[in-house]
Structure formats: C-alpha cells, structure tokens
C-alpha cells in the first residue's frame, strides 16, 4: 500500500498544483515564513504605535473615522468636546465650548470652532471662536475672534479679532484689529488696527 505525504493543512489549503511544489518544504517553509512575519523590523497594522487616548469618549467611529463625542486624540470626522485634552490630530469639524488644558499641542485641519476659543498647535482652515482663537505653533486660513487672534508662531491667510491680531513670529495676508495688529516677525500683506 502506498503511504499519502503528510502535507500541512496550510499547504493543502493552496491546492493541488502548489501542493506538489511545496510538499517537499513544508514545515521548514511555515516556520520561515512565520519567523519573517513576527521578528520584522517594520510595523504591521497591528503592531502600529497608537496614541494614548487622554480620557472618555464616546463615539460612532471606525478607527480614527466618525464622530466622536469627548477626549480623543485623533479623529477624522467630527469632533466634540467641552475641553481639549492632549489633542492629537483632527481632520474635520472640532468643536469645543471652553478653553483647552495645557499643555495646547496638536493639529486642526479643517473647522475649528469654540464658543470660549479653539485652541491647537496648528490650525490650518477656518477657525473662529467667541473669545479668540489661539495656536502654539502656527495659523493658517481665516481666522476670527471675538477678542483676538493669538499664534505664538506664524499667522497666515485672514485674521480678525475684535480687540487685536498678535503673532509671535511672521504675519503674512491681511488683518484687522480693533485696537492693533502685532508681529514679532516679517509683515506681509495688508494690516488695519483701531489705534
């Protein structure tokens, strides 16, 4: 009686005409293969880094997409909190009612609004909050507040702000402030202050 070769129920899953190649291989061939899938130097989507979320949150999401409703870090969608915290990443829509918790770090593309002030490292879109808008790093777009417009960095596109428009480095685009526009930096553009 002839004796069948044992062929691994993963090589068997392959079929019949990559079966009589690989028979001969079989656990050799698995352990390698399996050895390259777990010792590789670069992520796979399980192994990727993820940022820690900075508290509750609730939300219709698919990964980072939908809408989220509290502290998450990274949303692509809508975004709602009544604080940010250790903002990350938003793509969207973020809205928040009060002013952010330190440190202010991060990223808004898109809509940034705030009933007190929506607050980012970076806020590159529209951006318009009731006391002012304000960003650690950079501004760019249309921005608007009700009190002013802060960047402790560059200022670009179209800002006002009902008492003034400050950046701590270069203003490039146009300005008006009710009582002044200030630039640490280079002036580019068109600039208009109350006094």
Not at 64 to 78: C, E, I, P, Q, Y
């Amino acid at each position: 009686m002839k004796r069948q070769p044992v062929v691994p129920t993963a090589v068997r899953a392959l079929g019949p005409g990559v079966r009589g190649t690989l028979s001969g291989f079989g656990p050799p061939l698995l352990l390698l293969l399996w050895l390259l899938g777990t010792a590789s130097p670069w992520p796979v989507a399980a192994q990727e880094t993820e940022v820690e979320d900075p508290g509750p949150s609730v939300g219709l999401m698919a990964g980072d997409w939908g809408v989220a409703l509290g502290h998450r870090s990274r949303v692509t969608g809508l975004r709602m909190n009544v604080s940010d915290t250790r903002l990350d990443r938003v793509t969207g829509v973020n809205l928040t009612l009060w002013k952010p918790n330190p440190p202010v770090g991060g990223s808004v593309n898109g809509l940034a609004l705030g009933v007190v002030a929506p607050a980012a490292g970076r806020i590159r879109g529209v951006s318009a909050g009731g006391g002012g808008v304000l960003a650690g790093e950079s501004l760019l777009g249309v921005q608007l507040g009700g009190l002013g417009v802060v960047s402790e960095g560059t200022i670009r596109g179209i800002s006002a702000g009902g008492l003034g428009v400050v950046a701590q480095s270069d203003l490039d685009g146009v300005a008006f402030g009710g009582l002044g526009v200030v630039s640490q930096g280079h002036v580019r553009g068109a600039l208009l202050g109350g006094l």
